[in-house]
């Protein structure tokens, strides 16, 4: 997990709980039903929508935005070159052993090798890649359609409990803590919207940019080495992927 | 009748509805002219932009999405690998009386044996495609439509009784009830909106994107038949529109 | 005027009135100066960035919208069809005094007897379309604006009966009734938006969707003519555009 | 300036007036330091995100997009029929010294005669075109910003005179006094957004769009007019991009 | 820095600073552990979802975007021109050791020089361009993610202080006060979101959208080079991309 990742959830978590046991006891805050109906209310909600297998294919895309090591673009310029060069040199088919770490360039090059032409193996890879774009989408908007639903259902739960405050407004005593209790529910939707599934929906959206971004340079890889282009040419065409800081580090590791 | 979509439902319904119970009686929530100005204006409301044709073809289109099964890609795959292998070994027009269990595949290949060409049949199976989505298109505006006018019905409902409340101030022990029925339209407007009318306009674009996948899938399929392609080929080109997991599952059954 | 509208309107309006009958005296909820302020600025600010053209232009798409009957896309299939035939049979030239129901499709029809090939058709009637489709917008956008416009000059107006209620609390049997007619502006804006101006924004995007397409398969239609292509096909490419139900129609109609 | 635009300024501020004066006095509205917050705070936060010239550049194409006099299609359709007329008899370069009232359809008309191909001065014309959308949408972008921010900073100042009342509830007579006057910010807010930056960024989108589409017409007629076409095609062409109502009164001139 | 920018972000706080002091003592609306737990629960959402790495990133763009100098157009259009004379007199190897100060162009020209066709020149081009603004816009979704989570962080903390000050009414005399604390980090979040967190968002928007238009005109001059163009066709094709007052400027300072 990216230690980031790690620092943002407890110190936000942290925060929240230390405002809550300045004014006393934190466990003013803790309020089962209340939690019940928000995020109870939520997930059931989203079930409404999706099925199992898609909330649960969601939690797999979620973990793996945050568990799994982000693929090195210059890494995948390195391999396509020491790739276009020994093809350039022995024929397209001495790849056909060689052992490629980048899945996605793997199996483009393998499809080559097959004889499949460029052009083909070109629409192969793209459709693979929207297939890929569209399932993190999925899974974005699993986790924004619970952002939107969480405050909702916080509201939902607040109005339930005024309206009961409301009817018996008998003892003025008591008015206070009812109110109290009716806010937890907006609190609650507020947090879990706010602290979990929004930023879960923008690391997903930043991570489908870093693979869609990361893919495009691998297919641009494959055509070039399909196409026997000229290993300078290749460098300057894929090193234009490259932000500015990452083509530094290029140059040191390459220097 | 998705498992998932059974259990959201009642659910959500039951955490709502336990929620409200807990606090004293339940019928305390239940106010006929309160939801016949939320769910009967939100309604209202739509006819005004709706023919009522299009709200029922809305239903429809659903209950098509919660009770329809969703078609299989990897079935669909088989098909053409099948019948492109018939095609090339018996020639096109052997395709005559296969039995195609996909409709919108069968139509495609219909259309080839009956001497269109491949663009041209291309052409309107894309033509029908669009239509097809265009239409799904409309039924998830209605209910998106319901959903954003349901909870300014409902704060039309609270602003009414609110108007009424602060008319007749005379008895202070009235002001609590009165202002509780007052934000039950509030309530009621946000539970339609949240729990039902929201889940099945999200329901609808994920059920019309996996439509146009699966049938994005099979005009591919389609060309390819109608060209002649090996099946290795359309092999790859296929498999491409599927996930790792249906890749995997496919390899299974296959093997 | 499509029943549908009829009812829904009737039914809105009829709802809203009832609940505030319910309370007591409906007079209560009517407050000229507040209705005023709502409606006139809602249309003054429309008026500051349209010109009164484009408004009354609005006006005139709406009634459109409401009061002229849609289209069949079935005629227009049938119409091209025999229209096909008989330039296959008798020239294109026959068609010069062909008395055709649908003007955009006439318009094409006679562009091509005035010897125009058909790209350029193509390309013109596409630009009438857009100019159409353009001119459906900006009424779309006025009546969007006046919907985002109304519960604003709702708001203003709450906030001005406030800020003159909190400058003279002597008399505390005032404040309710006060707070009663300020309140009376922000429910005018919820109805003038909810009720009136977005249920019309929204018809006129269908009704934009609906002669788009009805232009489209003009379009095609006018193409199909001039190209001299073959009755079967072109009933192919055009019963593409239709809906499951609107085929099932024209299958009835046609056997 | 448009009339329109004229009559909605003043009814909107008059009618916001007026029911301001009918509680009492005007002057209980006119709050300085809040007026300071509000509009000085827009103000001060679109300074930071934009140079003091792109904001004098938007002030430039708001008053341009008031003031100035919108261009006629049909006398540029006019323009266009009877320079290709010319061109067709004497040939391009007798275009030479012909006055043009429309500059850019005059400056297209001067890089063909240049000799410049048609291919060539329709991607310069487009450039332009877009350049100069590209500016107009900054101006709509600055209003929009300022229509977005003034009603945050009201709530700004109604928060911070909020905050202050609060600190002090000693003298009871005094909070409705208090409140009233943090309540004015929001008003000024809503105002500002409503009745002024937001009517004023939708008129610089509409302006934009007509200048694009006259913008449009003029690229069509030159490329026509250096295409040497015909002028029963050309006019046909360019009266597509006419509304049925801009039909009808050139054809009258024209009759 | 631009000087609009530091007079909009002193103005800015400035006025708000005032109309806070009016009202008595500034010190009142200085609460630390409110402005922890929006300040640090807007920053701790932010590193949920980002890396520090790309959090560090945003702030070095945003530093780029207040501090380094706007290219200008005009020196680039001058470059474009004298090269391509050059290279037309002396052949484009002449180009090899000419200083060009804008980096982008001289990389455009140096990979034509080196033997690169055209078309691969500005595909390569075109890829850095793409790259550069994915940077970018990852860095305006930065600060668009704080601007919209630092408002819901103040509504936590408003959440916080509410309950706990509903659960402890005894003390009348101290509510006003509790209340007044509670408003505080709402206060806060809208500071940080409509002054510095959406400000920083649009200057970034407006900032990329230069530099593309920067680049796009490059790209254009370099295909001109490399093919050899005529130097009045360029400038003819360049100063498209001008305004009306880049334009004049130019011509002053050519003239």
Same mark, same amino acid.
């Given at each position: 997990m990216d230690l980031a990742t790690l620092i943002g959830l407890i110190s936000a978590f942290g925060l929240i709980g230390a405002s809550m046991a300045t004014g006393g006891?934190? +466990?003013?805050?803790?309020?089962v039903p209340g939690l019940m109906i928000v995020a109870g209310g939520t997930v059931a909600a989203t079930l409404i929508n999706e099925s199992l297998g898609q909330v649960l294919g969601a939690m797999k895309v979620m973990l793996q935005a945050f568990f799994l090591k982000k693929a090195s673009p210059q890494e995948t310029i390195q391999s396509v070159v020491d790739l276009a060069a020994k093809a350039r040199k022995e024929?397209?088919?001495?790849?056909?052993n060689e052992d490629i770490p980048d899945d996605f360039l793997a199996r483009g090059v393998r499809l080559g090798v097959d004889g499949l032409d460029p052009d083909a193996v070109n629409g192969i890879l793209l459709s693979e890649m929207r297939t890929l774009k569209a399932r993190h989408e999925r899974g974005q908007a699993i986790f924004k359609f619970m952002g939107s639903t969480a405050p909702a259902m916080g509201m939902v739960g607040t109005l339930v409990g005024l309206v009961q405050m409301l009817q018996e407004l008998?003892?003025? +005593?008591a008015i206070g803590p009812a109110m109290a209790v009716a806010l937890l529910t907006t609190l609650y939707g507020a947090i879990i919207a706010f602290v979990m599934c929004n930023p879960i929906a923008s690391k997903l959206e930043q991570r489908t940019k870093d693979e869609v971004s990361q893919k495009t340079l691998a297919i641009a890889g494959v055509e070039a080495i399909l196409k026997g282009e000229n290993s300078l040419v290749i460098q300057s065409k894929l090193e234009a992927y490259l932000s500015p800081a990452e083509k530094a580090e290029r140059e040191k590791a390459a220097g």
């Open positions: 006891s934190i +466990a003013a805050f803790w309020n024929g397209l088919v001495s790849l056909e008998d003892d003025p +005593a």
